[in-house]
């Protein structure tokens, strides 16, 4: 029992890690929480429904367009609003309000833009990436599609190591988000890089909605999700990658063996709490480094 | 200048006075129920103008201190046959008291991370709303009786109107004695740089924890307010869209400005109305075009409506240079030695 609620929530800790990585990829670079995440999770789960349902492709063609998709809209995003709030300035500390009003505002276009289609209001469901009987593996069940999500999760975090360590746009991020004036100085293309940054992100939360759509209830409010996120980011520090893989995990175990010893009520607030403790405990997070001063 | 109000300020406090007392006997009773509703909005946003726009917090809990207000006062006043004006007391003490608790942590932490502790906490309140049944009355809501402040019966929206109003008019007024107090001058240094302030002997964690204290108040008094024209409370109404609206209401308005503030709460706060005189066509579209109005006004307007309004006059030659003395704290101020 308490093993089967640790393995399912190492599963929805791997779908967490992903969304807090698109936030944290998202805060390094332009240093704004998107709290539109939980949308873009959303927009994506029923552009794959209507990608597979209406238009017919198969599954990985599927996968392949939304996340495309996903990437453009983040990017154009990033273009056309948030360019505008930050004008030219680097380090955009003092935009912070106007930029976290404007993924708000982002947040409830979307859920509106999906409210007027008429279909959302039936149960949706978008078939997993690998269906078929669960596997046993002594007395724990294992479902496919779990498996399928780690997998998955696993090759992205992979990939997206090797791509911040190994490639020159990955390098030319971290640079961007360490110290941009420094980086354009250098010759790197910040404003293209934060750009890049909106689309990777955007691309990660749409892999996350394919991923978390066949397990969770498809409606246009599912962009809750978004809290859980920025809890597993929260624990891993809001400024570390591997921070938010582990945060993800734990947060997904903690929040199931909640639901197993204190009551299923109280899973709601686990992520919240979570968030307070590790804040007041630890203000940078648990793997976070320690705040810099950027201008006096 | 320390201490009196300028006349402009003066007669701001005065014409809500009469407009609290005249227009009860104008308008029918749904516009007085949206009066109410904005100058409650008012008062919330006033408040969290004091950490977002005054001392630069962006800090998120105010919701929360809303609803301790609220619930406060109904279960003292209702259930327990506390006087109203007592109950909002110490409805607003047991809010300063949870503002003070959460300004220590909260002093530490900066920008984001005090964005998300803050707006966690402000959920973890209204899941103890929502599940704490013997006090709250836990999903079900909670029913109160129209209180009653010396003989003076505020059960309808008319009759609570001019009550409300005289909250919001106290409101303003010691939010502009704030202002030129040391303590709104030390918020504001805060804001501008906290190294800069606590280089200049100001105590930064002292004050952050006072506007904490302040604000939560401030949210409280306005809990306190919205049980004079309400009947019923839910935890619903305590919810993060709840904040949302608050919140856009100061950015949109034009932050660290009262004035800027109240015209965000008329212009934010009308917005629904307006949208739901829509054609019926358009009336699905709602959500989306409250949305896009948000990210629009973000983009094009990033001081707010007020801040256009001020940039236009100052564009504007003049004959006399009074824009100097005529904008309130928004400006830089300049660390005066008393």
Request: aromatic share 10%.
């Amino acid at each position: 029992m308490i093993l089967q609620a640790t393995l399912s929530g190492i599963v929805m800790g791997c779908v967490y890690a992903l969304i807090a990585l698109s936030l944290v990829i998202i805060y390094k670079s332009t240093d704004v929480v998107n709290f539109a995440a939980g949308e873009f999770v959303m927009i994506a789960g029923y552009l794959g429904l209507l990608l597979l349902d209406h238009f017919g492709l198969n599954y990985p063609l599927m996968v392949v367009l939304t996340v495309t998709l996903m990437f453009a809209f983040g990017a154009l995003f990033e273009r056309t609003a948030l360019n505008k709030i930050v004008g030219f300035k680097y380090a955009a500390e003092a935009a912070l309000v106007p930029m976290v009003v404007a993924t708000i505002g982002l947040s409830f276009m979307l859920k509106g833009a999906v409210r007027v289609i008429p279909s959302t209001e039936e149960v949706l469901r978008l078939p997993p990436l690998f269906s078929g009987p669960p596997v046993f593996f002594a007395n724990i069940v294992l479902q496919r599609q779990d498996i399928g999500i780690v997998i998955v999760a696993v090759l992205v975090m992979i990939a997206l190591t090797l791509g911040f360590n190994f490639t020159a746009i990955g390098k030319a991020l971290r640079a961007t988000s360490q110290n941009p004036r420094a980086a354009a100085l250098i010759g790197i293309p910040v404003k293209r890089m934060r750009m890049m940054a909106w689309g990777l992100a955007s691309g990660l939360a749409g892999i996350s909605g394919i991923l978390l759509s066949p397990k969770l209830l498809m409606t246009p409010d599912m962009g809750n999700v978004v809290m859980l996120g920025i809890a597993a980011s929260i624990v891993g520090g809001f400024t570390s990658l591997v921070g938010c893989v582990i945060g993800g995990i734990v947060l997904g175990v903690v929040q199931n063996l909640i639901g197993i010893f204190v009551s299923p009520q109280a899973i709601a607030v686990t992520p919240f709490f979570i968030i307070m403790l590790v804040l007041v405990m630890r203000p940078n997070g648990l793997f976070g480094e320690a705040m810099r001063l950027k201008k006096v | 200048m320390y201490g009196s109000l300028r006349a402009s300020e003066f007669v701001g406090v005065l014409a809500i006075l009469v407009a609290g007392f005249a227009l009860p006997f104008m308008l029918p009773e749904y516009f007085l129920y949206t009066g109410n509703m904005l100058m409650t909005y008012a008062v919330l946003a006033i408040g969290l103008d004091l950490l977002i726009g005054w001392s630069g917090q962006f800090a998120f809990a105010h919701i929360a201190f809303f609803g301790i207000g609220i619930y406060g006062t109904a279960i003292l006043e209702s259930r327990l046959g506390v006087p109203y004006l007592l109950s909002a007391l110490a409805s607003a003490l047991i809010a300063g008291g949870a503002g003070l608790l959460i300004g220590f942590p909260a002093a530490r932490l900066k920008t984001v991370y005090l964005a998300l502790a803050t707006y966690a906490f402000a959920e973890c309140a209204q899941w103890v709303f929502r599940t704490w049944d013997p006090v709250t009355g836990g999903s079900d809501g909670l029913r109160f009786n129209p209180p009653v402040i010396f003989g003076y019966e505020t059960g309808t929206d008319g009759a609570a109107f001019p009550v409300v109003a005289i909250i919001l008019a106290l409101v303003v007024t010691a939010t502009l004695y704030l202002a030129k107090s040391k303590l709104g001058r030390h918020m504001c240094a805060i804001r501008d740089s906290e190294h800069v302030a606590s280089a200049s002997g100001i105590d930064v964690r002292g004050i952050k924890v006072a506007t904490f204290a302040i604000s939560a108040v401030f949210a409280s008094i306005a809990g306190s307010a919205y049980t004079l024209f309400q009947s019923f409370i839910n935890a619903d109404v305590l919810g993060a869209s709840q904040l949302v609206t608050v919140l856009t209401m100061v950015v949109i308005g034009g932050s660290s400005s009262i004035a800027g503030v109240l015209l965000g709460v008329v212009v934010v706060g009308f917005l629904p109305e307006i949208l739901r005189a829509m054609p019926h066509s358009l009336l699905v579209w709602q959500e989306f075009i409250y949305g896009a109005i948000l990210v629009a006004a973000i983009v094009f307007m990033p001081q707010g409506l007020w801040g256009l309004f001020r940039q236009r006059i100052a564009a504007r030659p003049r004959r006399h240079d009074r824009s100097a003395r005529e904008s309130p704290a928004v400006r830089p101020v300049p660390e005066t030695s008393p």
